[in-house]
C-alpha cells in the first residue's frame, strides 16, 4: 500500500471525513472525548488510510454521515432561531409585559431616539452589503441569514467548498472596512 505524505493525508481525509471539536461547540460538554469525526469510513480503515491526521483527534468519537446531517440541522435551525432574535428582539429583553405588570410606574415607552438609531444601523448595514459582488452578497446572506454552512453552499453551487469560505471572508474584511469608515465619517460610507 503507497504510502501518503501528511498533505495528501489531510487532503483526502477533509474529503471524506468532517471534524467538531466538541467542547468548543457544545458548551457545557463534559464528556472524555474531545473531537467527533463524522464519516462513513470503519475507525479501523481511518487508522489505516490517515495514521498521521487521526492522532490529531485523540480522543474522538466516531458519528455516521445521518448523524453528522442531525447536528447540522441543529445548528442551522439554532443559528436562524438566533438571527431571528437578533433581528427581532431587544438587547435586554424581559418576557413581554411581565415587567410592565408589577412596575408599570418604570413602564416606559420604547425610546424613539433608539429606534432611529437602529433604523440607521440596519440601513447602514444594508448599504454595505449591496456594495459587495453579486456572488459575495448571496453567500454572505445565506451564511449569516439562512444559516447555512459554506459546505452546503458550496454544494447548492457546485463549487469546492473553499472558494466559498474565500469568497465569505473577503466579503467580511470588505464590510467591515465599509462599516468602520462609516462610523470614523459619522456616516454610512459611499459606495466605492
Known sequence: MRKFTLEQQEELFANK??????????????GSERWAIITELAEEEIWVKYPDVIRRYNPHIL????????IREYQRNEAKHRMRMLRNGHAFDVNDGEFEEHHPEFAVVEDVV???????EKQRIRKAIDSLTDIQKRRIIAYFFEGKTSREIAAE???????VEKSINLALKKLKILLSEGVQNGSPSSNK
Open 114 to 120: 433608539e429606534q432611529l438609531y437602529w433604523q440607521q
Open 17 to 30: 471525513c468532517k471534524v467538531i471539536n466538541l467542547k468548543y461547540e457544545y458548551e457545557g460538554y463534559t
Open 157 to 163: 453551487e457546485g463549487v469546492n467548498y473553499s472558494k
Open 63 to 70: 458519528l455516521s454521515i445521518s448523524q453528522g446531517d442531525v
